[in-house]
């Protein structure tokens, strides 16, 4: 599938999101931080449900995820820089 955008370019935008909400129309931190996590929530869940549906997830190898990878979790710090 061809992206109509770089997903680099993507992330450059969501990453800058806040940044652009509290310099340009200046929205107190917070809320345009929360504004954010909200927009970026709301997309990955979009994009859950609309995968699912089209069902090109591979569940199996979505099963194979291990929570302790997250990041801040203790148990498995991953590696160093």
Known sequence: MEH???PDLLYEY???ASALLI???GVH???AVGTDLLF???TKATGTIVHAA???VDWMLVSL???RQCAGDD???GPTL
Do not use: E, K, V, Y
């Open 75 to 77: 148990r498995n710090p």
């Open 14 to 16: 969501l990453a800058s």
């Open 65 to 67: 995820l291990d929570d």
């Open 40 to 42: 970026a929530a709301s």
């Open 23 to 25: 310099l340009l129309f």
């Open 4 to 6: 109509l955008i770089s």
């Open 29 to 31: 931190p917070t809320t």
């Open 54 to 56: 089209a069902r090109t």
